[in-house]
């Protein structure tokens, strides 16, 4: 009979693993990194936003969303303005290049996750949550400040730069 732990920690491997394969696939596809195509799909959607306003919607520090724009920004994906009523605020917007790089991008492991666990039913939720909460304190890891989003390393940096 296979050690419970065992098959705890080849769950755990997958997840790793798969989480892994996705930054792969995202860099292969659009060079870009899972937090960044966030970064890149909030700004699309709310359209002439503040860095502010991003960092609230993906749940990511305003210093982390500052120095994701600014990578984006070198990269001719997004621009940066003055807003025309408040001169001081500044706004985010999305280049036609960086449409293209979310064109390119594949359908994520993130959104896939948020797809399907979105159709469990409430009390499903709750116990997926519950557990990975659980494992996450196993770990030691209820300490480790984190977004929502499923990506290898910093948050900031491209997949395999150490």
Do not use: H, Y
Request: hydrophobic share 45%; no cysteine; glycine share 6%.
């Amino acid at each position: 009979m296979e050690d419970r732990s065992d098959t705890a920690l080849v769950a755990l491997r997958r997840i790793l693993r798969a989480t892994e394969f996705n930054a792969r696939a995202l860099a292969r596809a659009a060079g870009l990194t899972p937090s960044q195509i966030i970064i890149l799909r909030t700004i699309k959607s709310m359209e002439n936003v503040s860095p502010g306003t991003i960092a609230k919607e993906a749940s990511i520090t305003q210093a982390t969303v500052t120095a994701l724009i600014d990578k984006l920004e070198r990269r001719g994906f997004v621009k940066r303005t003055k807003d025309s009523v408040d001169r001081r605020r500044v706004i985010v917007s999305i280049t036609a290049e960086g449409e293209g790089a979310l064109v390119l991008a594949p359908d994520g492991l993130q959104e896939r996750f948020r797809k399907r666990f979105d159709k469990l039913e409430p009390w499903e939720q709750s116990m997926v949550i519950a557990s990975l909460e659980r494992v996450a304190t196993l770990l030691g890891a209820e300490e480790i400040d984190a977004a929502p989003v499923l990506d290898l390393g910093e948050i900031d940096e491209p997949f395999g730069v150490q």
